[in-house]
């Protein structure tokens, strides 16, 4: 029989990808990049939104490649997981169209929605029933802003793509965690919030776990890709951060993670979620991980900050690579000006240099006016962020955490490590980049029955296949 292959599409805020990912049990995964394409936020019809035209053909392009690539070895592409950057959807009406281009959560036409959610349910009641960190584009406000949602259905991006793939409409579980609608206890959506809000109970599809089949692939995706008709679109966890989760490769129990990109999202795995008002102040999330855990964490601003920057710095005939700047913004001493990472004034894009400054001003400090001190101010913020996080954590949930894991984009930035070390007082372990496609691929090698075994054996299986580095508090200094 042709060997087993699993297709992963995992799209985040700045790219996406298509891979393929082999996985054995002795050996663990190895992941094959197919394809590979930009991602970001454009101006359209007066809001910021996401080209999803553009991204679903280059889901289809990837798609095609990868059942290429397969047949090419002999391989047979069993299922397909989806998963992307939180909170953001499509609306779909009956005959199955979406009726406009999705926004971004960069849009500021929540922010006017807020209070008039919280004038209908308190901030301390949603935070008791779904846990979530307060931000202005979780879905609900977004839903509020809509001004019709009548005869259309909310379908989160993941679950979107699927739909297109498959023609079927379901709700992943762990992205329902993130609308502001989802019950943590229960697990089910919070119809009390829907009614008040007056949104339909059926907004959303049907929930689905990960692990769970979604469906197979409609005949015209069967002829754009060339894959098998038996393919089948298989749940994983469809908010990026889910699979990163589940791909963290820590072999110990106390361990916190950060899964570093565009936003870092820092906090520790919980069996239940913690409701309680410290929480809420806190401002921590309690969003649901694989096979039912909670991913208690909270999203501290990310490089955003420096991504915004570089292509500011770009637009004025600036390009130096992205390794030369950090290595610039290395040899800086410590102990410079910092800014609040997450402060909401940082979501919108455009002239980031100058809101940093600008923000670095309010501090009463100076920043000069030189791309390695911006950056450097930026690495300093979100270690001093994450190191924050990651104590708040440990006082919220009353546990100790021995060893931090960073994964995603951002684990290959050594100084931030570092200073994440140094900052946080603890060991740092870096790696994989890729944790969020390992995360997708081993759920659906789960579902096949490819390999067995709960969060802790895939974490096994997401080490085996990496160089992993360590940053030890103690080498001070030096950073790079
Ligand atoms: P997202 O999923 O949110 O799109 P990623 O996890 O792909 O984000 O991370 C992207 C970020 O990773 C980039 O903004 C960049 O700062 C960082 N990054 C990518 N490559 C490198 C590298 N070689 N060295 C340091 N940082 C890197
Ligand atoms: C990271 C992420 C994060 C959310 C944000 C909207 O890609 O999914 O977990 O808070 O995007």
Redesign the pocket.
């Known amino acids: 029989a042709p060997k087993t292959v699993f297709a992963a599409i995992d799209i985040?805020?700045?790219?996406g990808r298509v891979m393929l990912g082999r996985v054995s049990p002795s050996t663990g995964v190895s992941l094959e990049t197919i394809h590979r394409f930009p991602?970001g936020v454009i101006e359209l019809d007066g809001g910021l939104r996401w080209d999803f035209d553009a991204l679903f053909a280059e889901v289809l392009k990837g798609l095609a490649a990868a059942a290429s690539v397969a047949r090419g070895n002999g391989e047979r592409v069993v299922s397909i997981g989806i998963d992307t950057?939180a909170v953001d959807y499509g609306l779909v009406n009956d005959a199955g169209e979406l009726t406009s281009v999705p926004f971004s959560y960069r849009d500021e036409r929540s922010r006017a929605a807020v209070e008039r959610v919280h004038a209908v349910i308190s901030p301390e009641k949603l935070y008791a029933v779904t846990g979530l960190q307060y931000l202005q584009f979780n879905t609900l406000y977004q839903l509020a802003a809509e001004p019709n949602v009548d005869g259309v259905q909310a379908l989160l991006i993941p679950d979107l793509i699927a739909f297109l793939l498959t023609g079927e409409r379901r709700t992943e579980a762990t992205n329902a965690s993130t609308t502001g609608l989802f019950d943590a206890v229960a697990g089910e959506w919070a119809a009390e919030f829907l009614d008040a809000l007056s949104l339909p109970r059926d907004i959303f599809p049907p929930l689905i776990q990960p692990g769970e089949t979604v469906g197979t692939l409609l005949p015209s995706i069967l002829e754009q890709t060339g894959l098998p008709a038996d393919t089948r679109v298989v749940a994983v966890g469809s908010h990026?951060t889910a699979s990163a989760v589940a791909a963290v490769p820590a072999s110990q129990e106390d361990f916190a993670y950060i899964s570093?990109?565009?936003?870092s999202l820092v906090g520790v795995e919980l069996p239940h979620p913690v409701l309680t008002e410290a929480s809420r102040t806190a401002n921590f999330t309690n969003e649901r991980g694989v096979d039912g855990t909670i991913r208690y964490l909270r999203n501290v601003g990310g490089?955003w900050l420096?991504?915004e920057c570089q292509r500011a710095w770009a637009a004025e005939g600036y390009t130096q690579a992205?390794?030369a700047l950090?290595e610039s913004a290395a040899a800086l001493p410590a102990g410079g000006p910092q800014i609040n990472a997450d402060d909401p004034s940082f979501t919108a894009p455009d002239n980031m240099p100058d809101r940093i400054r600008a923000a670095v001003r309010n501090t009463g400090a100076v920043l000069a006016d030189r791309p390695a001190a911006v950056v450097r101010c930026i690495m300093d913020s979100l270690a001093a962020g994450y190191a924050r996080t990651l104590a708040d954590a440990e006082r919220l949930t009353g546990r100790s955490t021995g060893v931090v894991h960073i994964v995603?984009?951002?684990s290959?930035?050594r100084l931030l490590c570092q200073l994440t070390a140094e900052a946080a007082g603890k060991r740092v372990v870096a790696g994989p980049v890729e944790a969020?496609a390992l995360g997708n691929v081993l759920v659906q090698a789960r579902a096949a029955g490819v390999v067995t075994g709960g969060l802790a054996e895939l974490r096994a299986l997401a080490g085996a296949g990496t160089e992993l580095v360590r940053y030890e508090p103690a080498l001070l200094r030096d950073p790079v």
Not at 260 to 263: C, H, L, R
Request: hydrophobic share 30%; no cysteine.
């Open positions: 985040g805020a700045s790219s991602n950057w990026d570093s990109g565009t936003w490089l420096l991504s992205l390794t950090l995603g984009g951002g290959q930035n969020t």
